[in-house]
């Protein structure tokens, strides 16, 4: 598992999350003492089945849900008491819950005007972003008028604006069609890569894990199984578990590590085609 680093970035040291505690009873554990860190320009999928506590974790690194125990840092601060809106993170859910009564532009510009960005800068930055997610000219438009795809891309330029020092998309793509999750993953990493944004990304879709991040946390019962790069993790599943979970092997085969069928997919992933 991860070594504790004391680099820029996020630093998330054997965290705990429950849920139901009492003082009579310890409650249920959902993130069940996970360290991982996120170095500055990183960006990090954090993949695992339904229920392994993928959300969990994500909220409590934005402190929207306390730890039990643990810490979480940022460039070295620990963020312990430090309120959600005092993070500087960026937030992107599933519904991305666009503003209905602003236009495109309008909506990009929200945090610019939270922060007192001035109009001029405001519109060549809102310009600027909207190209970055592939929506270039878009200002004008209605929210109303726009597909599912094209409202994610407005949500992700709108969290980006601010420059978040850390981005954390939670599914972000889950309520598209599999054609166009596929495009806007890559267009996803290419936005987070162009504003050099660092970001955690929830899924439980391995090739968008695979597409979307530098490195993959597989995760399963509350705890981390393996962090890698993602062809590491193809050629050299930690166990049996995360091969199954990333399709590479059978429940019951005798070991998971170097099989074909993980070979054949890291060469697709190297050469950028479908597995
Ligand atoms: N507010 C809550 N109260 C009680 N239990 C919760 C709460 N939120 C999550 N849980 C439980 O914690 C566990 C982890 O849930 P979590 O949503 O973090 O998983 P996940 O991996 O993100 O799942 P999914 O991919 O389905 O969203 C689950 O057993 C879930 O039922």
Do not use: W
């Amino acid at each position: 598992m991860e070594q504790a680093r004391e680099t820029a970035g996020l630093a998330v040291r054997d965290a705990v999350v429950r849920y139901g505690a009492t003082r009579r009873r310890p409650g249920s554990v959902a993130v069940d003492g996970v360290s991982l860190d996120v170095a500055a320009g990183e960006i990090v999928a954090l993949l695992g089945p339904s229920g392994c506590g993928k959300s969990s974790l994500l909220r409590a690194v934005a402190g929207l849900e306390p730890l039990a125990s643990g810490t979480v840092a940022f460039d070295g601060d620990d963020l312990a008491g430090v309120p959600v809106h005092r993070r500087n993170f960026g937030l992107l859910f599933q519904d991305g819950q666009l503003f209905p009564h602003r236009d495109v532009g309008r909506n990009v510009a929200y945090g610019l005007e939270t922060q007192g960005v001035p109009r001029a800068e405001r519109a060549a930055r809102v310009a600027a972003l909207l190209a970055d997610v592939g929506l270039a000219g878009y200002e004008g438009r209605s929210v109303a008028t726009l597909s599912g795809g094209e409202k994610q891309r407005v949500a992700l330029a709108r969290a980006l604006a601010p420059r978040p020092r850390l981005l954390l998309l939670d599914e972000p793509l889950s309520a598209l069609d599999r054609r166009l999750r596929e495009r806007l993953a890559v267009d996803v990493r290419d936005a987070l890569r162009a504003t050099g944004t660092t970001a955690v990304f929830v899924t439980h879709d391995h090739d968008e894990a695979f597409t979307v991040a530098d490195r993959v946390a597989v995760m399963d019962a509350g705890r981390l199984l393996q962090v890698d790069a993602p062809d590491v993790l193809l050629c050299a599943p930690a166990n049996t578990r995360v091969a199954e979970f990333l399709g590479l092997a059978a429940p019951d085969a005798p070991g998971a590590r170097d099989t074909s069928r993980a070979r054949t997919a890291a060469a697709a992933t190297s050469t950028g085609h479908d597995l």
